[in-house]
């Protein structure tokens, strides 16, 4: 029922920023939730962040500090700014929605996702 088309991913330098765009069709996002996912070459595919459908977020290691996560019901989309990115950072990342109302912080969890965009970071 749900739709997920990533945007914004590209080639930026060691220091950078980028923001990823995820854009939502079919029902409304309201009640799902919804997390960003990367998965580098020879890797497992691992959550990012994730945001609920209360607003509550949960951000990786990884992420805090430097990633935030956001999301926009009304518009159906949901982004990840990105700062600070290191060539560890690179990767084809992922926006994915969920139904379930418990667990999503893996990626078995998750029913819908986007094609994916790759994110490289040059050193």
């Known amino acids: 029922q749900v739709q997920l088309v990533e945007s914004g991913g590209g080639l930026v330098q060691a220091g950078g920023s980028l923001r990823l765009a995820c854009a939502a069709s079919?029902?409304?996002?309201?009640?799902?939730?919804m997390g960003w996912f990367r998965q580098a070459p020879g890797k497992e595919r691992e959550l990012v962040a994730a945001?609920?459908?209360?607003?509550?977020?949960y951000n990786t290691d990884s992420a805090k500090g430097r990633f935030t996560i956001s999301r926009d019901n009304a518009k159906k989309t949901v982004d990840l700014q990105m700062r600070s990115l290191s060539p560890e950072d690179t990767a084809v990342y992922y926006c994915a929605a969920t139904s379930h109302q418990v667990l999503y912080r893996t990626p078995e969890t998750y029913e819908y996702w986007g094609q994916g965009t790759q994110v490289t970071v040059s050193s």
């Open positions: 079919g029902r409304p996002i309201n009640y799902l939730n």
């Open positions: 945001i609920t459908w209360r607003d509550g977020v």
